[in-house]
């Protein structure tokens, strides 16, 4: 870093003023590739329409300088503001729908807005706007290369430090959640539809900002530098540095930047004749990387650099817990005639039980009985044809995912749903998103860091509680399934429910996994936690849980304690095909 | 604007649409297969033009050149594969499939260049040419990320239509090119004016359409490509090799484009990075139909085929604004209408 930044500051000093000017471009394409890092790096969105954004940039001060003599540092906000309208309303449009539809959209608005900037008297039409003026900064003018070289890297490095402070926080773990864990998320009170636009409008405004430096640089603009071809490399530039980091768009601006540069001279030279053959060999290239080492050139630099420790989990006060005001008389949670049919088969038929404050109860049955539905209605996954879900006396039936989550409901899934990638304690963390307030705005200017604090200390606390302590900064994917099963508990303690729903959590577990599995969950038990567990191994649940309930064909066969049950001939019927 | 401009805004929507139409089916029909945005798409019909502009005139189109380039690749990646299993003997069967074939085409093509033939026979050496490049591009760019994310395979999509353009203009050269059209006949019904051209375009746009139904409906394969579109995994357990299937794909969207080619020839001047823009107006077209409807992809084209026309009266410069701020709308209208929420892969 320091290496970097000393390399950096150097340049204006020491260099040619040719490579002042290409050091100049870095930055301003690093600004951009930033952007794409945050918004195809980290949440799987891509956008071909960059460049449009930086032209909207660059003709908005262009326009409001030359024509009307505003000052460039009005022009910024106005820019931005635009360029906030416009992102805010293409990314309504196409981010609810799936990702490939948000690039196609992208395509055909640079397009439109290369063909409108070309073909607009007002805005000099294709020859472009001359006349813009330098920028000054508290009466110094920037008119030199070396000068503006200090704004525009000043500017990177910001965007830099804010970008990588934003993937470091509450809205950055919901964001690296986005890719690969939407659902998990969602059950978790991210609002993925809103966070991919918010990504996609923190792409577009660093992009304006770009494209404002590049107009007072240049101080001149024509439609060229804003198609879509530039577009279109501005998303190598994040790729082939390494989407996946925010060092990836500074390498991959400064590779494909110096690269072009090389290309230009040498390859007429080489192949005696002049054309555009550097696409070529950017395509190429492209091709390759993807084909051969997708997650571009970052990570082997990452391998040749120390691995940095992981922060020590501070020592927070924990995040305020929920008020568990119940009334007593009445069951937790009540399922009464809940129906779910898709199409002409119906799943739940019907089903009528209750959860009791402070149980452990069992929905067992065969295969096919409709145990998944059953818990997909209550963990709002699924919405009810017919019937009524209440939790507390308030009716779930209706609810989205995250509303549930919000009124003290946790869950695990069926199949493990951990960010491999990530920390144990970024997963648990992540089961907090809803006790926590900090947003893009204060995490990017590091803002949050009391929340996150506390954050970290409730994730560390249940990773404590369910016995994974030594395990807090090991990547989650890289633990055996019966470890991911109980991290996956964790995290849904993380959230600070009164009811947690397990689904088969016994699943795929070894004996003695099974044993620490139920020794946890009856601790939990003793610490006030209700639980609803839903099951295919009958030793596992005949030991631990106080009542059962058996499903078959969507309806429920027979209710009662354990014992009861194991005795109970329509039970016996139904897992074992009657009784001879 | 009075009648006769309208019918013949009109007619120029339709004739433009249909081979728009040609070429959303050929978008439609490979990212459902294969997952594919085939962004490339245009680069196949400006090949086409220009390769039939080369036969024109009597000399050997850039296609040759190109043709035993990417065969020569695509024979090392399946020698490189073949050799990783261990599967020499089947080396020479895939040799003469990937080198072969694509060499006897040039070859063909390059003896038949400076003959003069007839435009029909010319234009069936346009079509055979254009589409050999189709399968060999998927093997070489394609079948080795076939599982990657739709978004990844769209990055590789853009990277090749980069590579295709630079192509394009180091084997065809810079200069347009527009061939003949096919008949100078017109007839009169009324005050309305009909070129036989256009008819013959929407005529052969509706015959392959109706090719392809027939293709889709009553043919083994065909068949098997549908299976491969609606359940990847559960084609493959009966039988249908991805890669045939992702070849055949794209031998057939290749033809598509290659019709698209000739077609468009006498009705507009193309360059070697013309493609670029005619594939989008497929792809808004596509889009209308979700990437996923090939009906309504082809009624979709069509549209933005008259779009086209009406606003390159009213405000040509703003033609190419309009026609592709109209995809936003239609997002507006799809995302409204789709509930379906699926889990980004």
Known sequence: ?580 | MDLSIAAFLTQDGVTNGAIYALLALALVLVFTVTRIIWIPSGEFVAYATLTLAGLQLGKPPGTIGLLVGVAIVAAAVETIATARRGEWRRLPRRLAAWLGIPLAVAAIVWWAAPLALPLAVQVALTLAAVTTLGPLLYRIVYQPIADASVLVLLIVSVALHFALTGLGLWFFGAEGSRTPAFTDASFQTGQLTFSAQALLVVAASAILIGALYLFFGRMLYGKALRATAVNRIGARLVGISPSFAGALTFALASLLCAFCGVLIGPITTVYYDSGFLISLKGFVGAIIGGLVSYPLAAAGAVLVGLLEAFSSFWASAFKEVIVFTVIIPVLLWRSLTTHHHEEDE
Not at chain 1, 384 to 389: D, E, M, N, V
Not at chain 1, 474 to 502: F, T, Y
Not at chain 1, 534 to 561: N, S
Request: with cysteine; aromatic share 8%; glycine share 12%.
């Open chain 1, 1 to 580: 870093m320091l290496v970097f930044v000393v390399a950096l500051l150097a340049v204006p000093i020491v260099a040619p003023p040719f490579w002042v000017t290409l050091g100049n471009y870095i930055g301003l394409y690093s600004i951009v590739a930033l952007g794409l890092v945050l918004l195809t790096g980290v949440a799987g969105q891509t956008s071909f329409g960059q460049a449009a954004f930086v032209g909207l940039g660059a003709y908005t001060t262009a326009y409001l300088t030359t024509r009307y003599g505003a000052s460039p540092w009005l022009t910024l906000p106005v820019g931005l503001a635009l360029t906030l309208v416009v992102a805010l309303g293409l990314g309504f449009i196409t981010l609810r729908m799936q990702g490939h539809y948000l690039p196609l959209a992208t395509i055909a608005w640079g397009i439109s807005l290369y063909f409108l900037f070309g073909n607009l008297e007002w805005l000099g039409g294709h020859t472009g706007m001359t006349g813009i003026p330098s920028l000054s900064l508290a009466g110094f003018d920037l008119k030199d290369e070396r000068h503006f070289y200090v704004l525009i890297w000043g500017i990177t490095l910001a965007a830099l430090w804010a970008t990588r402070n934003l993937l470091d926080s509450r809205p950055g773990r919901a964001l690296r959640a986005l890719k690969g864990g939407l659902e998990m998320a969602e059950a978790f009170g991210v609002n993925g539809a809103r966070l991919k636009i918010i990504a996609f409008v923190y792409a577009a405004l660093l992009a304006c900002i770009s494209g404002w430096l590049y107009a007072h640089l240049q101080r001149f603009i024509n439609p060229t530098p804003f198609d879509l071809r530039q577009g279109i490399e501005y998303l190598f530039m994040a790729v082939v540095g390494g989407a996946g980091s925010v060092w990836g768009a500074i390498i991959g601006a400064t590779l494909i930047t110096v690269l072009k540069q090389m290309l230009q001279d040498v390859l007429p030279g080489i192949l005696g004749r002049a054309g555009n053959f550097e696409i070529v060999v950017f395509g190429v290239l492209m091709i390759l990387l993807l084909q051969f080492a997708r997650n571009g050139v970052w990570p082997f630099v990452a391998r040749l650099l120390p691995r940095r420790r992981p922060a020590p989990v501070p020592d927070a006060p924990p995040l305020p817990t929920r008020e568990r005001t119940h009334d007593a008389t009445r069951p937790l949670l009540e399922v009464k005639g809940a129906r779910k049919a898709f199409g002409g088969l119906v799943a739940v038929n019907d089903l009528t039980f209750d959860i009791r404050n402070g149980e452990i109860l069992g929905l067992i049955g065969p295969n096919g009985a409709g145990k998944s539905t059953t818990f997909a209605l209550i963990s709002g996954a699924l919405p009810l044809t017919a019937g009524a879900i209440l939790f507390r006396g308030e009716s779930i039936g209706s609810h989205e995912p995250y509303k549930i989550a919000r009124l003290g409901i946790g869950r695990t899934f069926q199949h493990v749903r951990l960010l491999p990638q990530m920390s144990v304690l970024d997963n648990v963390a992540l089961g907090a998103y809803l006790r926590g307030t900090a947003g893009v705005a204060r995490s990017a200017l590091r803002l949050d860091r009391d929340e996150e604090a506390r954050t970290r200390a409730v994730a560390a606390a249940q990773i404590a509680r369910v016995g994974l302590g030594e395990h807090t900064f090991d990547d989650a994917g890289s633990l055996p399934l019966g470890k991911q099963r109980i991290v996956e508990i964790a995290r849904a303690l993380a959230a600070d429910p009164s009811l947690l729903l397990l689904d088969e959590p016994a699943a795929g577990l070894r004996y003695l996994e099974k044993q620490a599995l139920a020794d946890l969950l009856r601790s939990l038990q003793r610490e006030g936690m209700t639980i609803l567990l839903v099951e295919h191994d009958m030793e596992f649940v005949m030991g631990l849980t106080d009542r059962l309930i058996v499903m078959d064909f969507g309806e429920k066969l027979a209710e009662g304690p354990p014992e009861a049950i194991q005795r109970d001939p329509l039970v016996v019927e139904a897992y074992l095909g009657g009784v001879a």
